[in-house]
């Protein structure tokens, strides 16, 4: 099912991101080609080298880190699927209004692949009503 097709896993700040590790196994396990983006708080919870010596190439982590194509644009571009594994209520409040402030957000804005969102947070930020209603217009989107 996975096999040869592109992924974009994009991993937010929260303590669920060590989880991805197992996430991109799994994906690269079933023969995906995965690219990982990271925001820079989720560096501070798992080390891109965990992440990128899973997926077989280098992690993304700055839109502006390199020259030639422009990252967030050719990543978009080939996706087939972005899953957002973490999603906090941060990086989801962000996605919702449309912000582009970092590599992950602007890929997220520019792809017409399907986003999958998983949140991930302590339980009373889950069912606030800000991010309940965060949710609902990433649903409608």
């Given amino acids: 099912m996975w096999k040869a097709r592109r992924v974009v896993v ?9 989880k991805t590790a197992e996430l991109v ?12 983006v990271m925001t820079e708080a989720a560096t501070r919870f798992i080390s891109p080298l965990t992440l990128s010596t899973l997926a077989g190439r280098p992690v993304w982590t700055d839109m502006f880190a390199v020259s030639g194509p422009v990252p967030h644009v050719e990543l978009a571009r080939k996706a087939e699927l972005v899953i957002v ?14 912000l582009a402030d970092e590599l992950l957000t602007a890929l997220i804005l520019a792809t017409r692949a399907p986003v999958l969102v998983v949140p991930s947070m302590n339980a009373n930020m889950y069912t606030h009503p800000a991010t309940r209603d965060n949710l609902r217009r990433l649903s409608e989107l």
């Fill in 25 to 36: 196994s799994r994906l690269r396990q079933q023969e995906a080609e995965v690219e990982v």
């Fill in 10 to 18: 994009g991993v937010a700040g929260g303590i669920a991101a060590y």
């Fill in 85 to 98: 594994a973490p999603a906090t209520a941060d990086l989801m409040a962000r996605m919702a209004i449309g």
